[in-house]
């Protein structure tokens, strides 16, 4: 399990690098949060795409190689972007590279997600990926504040260079990693079956079913919200580069609190209560943020908003871990990310093309109030039926997954 905790930490220091270095990079060069909106919006439809197919490449392939080999595949591309910059500023390149290196992240998070059974016993599996939260949102506490010091001290470039770095040393990492044969899919399965089966077993399945809907809305509501954070702070609020690093990294700690205490507001209060509150409060949280001047306000509401969405988060895909036959657990993930991910482009687009037009604290407070009556719609779902709060389900029983 160590080196599968230290990968992961090691990618998150790299991707949060790259969330605050992009955008400020974008940002210097054009001066545009609109442009800002695009290349986020062009990793998102990455993603998307890529979403079709991953989930029938990691469950064909070796799982471990894959994982390195979308390390190698983002060290090359993130360090284009410094060396590309020694000539000059190339924006272009950016179009390029973040849809390709958003790519290989959707092959990677799919990998990473049907490990974690391999490594640890059913029962232990909202536990470990709480622990892989709590590990990755410590370096998201170092990475925001160290990619904007870097960023106001040497320039956006500097940050994505040591970014890059991140993830030559995560793939000599995951080398280590050792794995429990898996079982694949039968050779004999008619294509187009193999690649829908992922879908047909969400569309069959009373809890993941109406969760994917949910997702899709709430998913397009929140995926630009790093970037209207950071153009609300230097833009409406003056702030500079040094400073959109810490609150960022203030934030971060509520990723940490959110994954410390998943575990046993599960066991508590069930799968069902906890999602739906995790969500609700995400909602009131960004509104905060809107409403908020003062940046230890702003900061604060960051940290509830990152605090809610990692409850969600850790308990949904603990669910499908839990409720997935191993054989479709890759192509399971890869439909639901790829569904409930449908919208996060537009919406990425929508919401930075609102805060330039409206303003960032307009688009806040109404993009928090459509995130909290979304969660509430979750009430009259059959994610609240035969609720019974003190089981976990079994690993391959929708039945009993139903009630939590």
Not at 24 to 51: E, I
Not at 170 to 198: K, M
Not at 277 to 297: D, F, K, S, T, Y
Not at 323 to 347: I, K, N
Request: glycine content about 8%; aromatic content about 6%.
């Amino acid at each position: 399990m160590w080196p599968l905790l230290v990968a992961q930490t090691l990618s998150a220091l790299g991707d949060s690098f790259s969330y605050v270095a992009i955008p400020l990079l974008v940002l210097h060069t054009t001066g545009s949060v609109a442009q800002m909106g695009v290349v986020t919006a062009l990793g998102g439809a990455a993603s998307l795409v890529t979403g079709l197919f991953a989930g029938v490449v990691v469950d064909r392939f070796d799982r471990r190689r894959l994982l390195v080999g979308c390390d190698l595949a983002r060290l090359l591309l993130y360090a284009s972007i410094p060396l590309a910059w020694l000539a000059g500023p190339r924006v272009w390149l950016l179009y390029l590279v973040l849809p390709l290196a958003s790519a290989c992240g959707m092959v990677f998070r799919v990998a990473h997600v049907t490990v974690v059974p391999s490594l640890v016993p059913a029962d232990q599996i909202t536990r470990a990926n709480s622990r892989l939260f709590a590990a990755s949102s410590t370096a998201y506490l170092v990475g925001p504040a160290l990619a904007g010091l870097l960023s106001g001290r040497f320039g956006p470039t500097t940050a994505i260079a040591l970014d890059a770095s991140t993830f030559a040393v995560s793939a000599a990492v995951l080398v280590l990693l050792r794995l429990r044969p898996a079982e694949r899919p039968a050779d004999g399965e008619r294509p187009i079956d193999v690649l829908l089966a992922g879908v047909r077993f969400i569309a069959r399945h009373p809890v993941l079913r109406p969760l994917t809907v949910l997702l899709t809305v709430l998913s397009s509501l929140t995926f630009g919200l790093t970037d209207v954070v950071i153009y609300r702070l230097k833009h409406d609020l003056g702030q500079s580069d040094g400073t959109v690093g810490y609150v960022l990294a203030v934030g971060i700690v509520g990723t940490l609190l959110g994954s410390v205490a998943v575990a046993r507001l599960r066991r508590r209060y069930g799968f069902a209560p906890t999602w739906t509150a995790a969500w609700a409060l995400c909602g009131v949280a960004m509104a905060a943020i809107g409403l908020a001047r003062p940046v230890p306000l702003v900061a604060a509401a960051a940290t509830a908003v990152l605090g809610c969405t990692a409850v969600a988060g850790i308990v949904s895909m603990s669910l499908r871990q839990e409720v997935t036959p191993a054989p479709l657990l890759g192509r399971v993930t890869s439909a639901f990310w790829t569904l409930h991910s449908a919208l996060t482009p537009l919406g990425a687009a929508a919401l930075t093309a609102a805060a330039a037009g409206y303003g960032s604290a307009a688009t806040l407070i109404a993009a928090g109030a459509l995130c909290t009556a979304t969660a509430a719609t979750a009430l009259f779902t059959p994610l609240f039926r035969q609720q019974r709060p003190n089981r976990a389900p079994g690993p391959t029983n929708p039945a009993r997954a139903s009630a939590e």
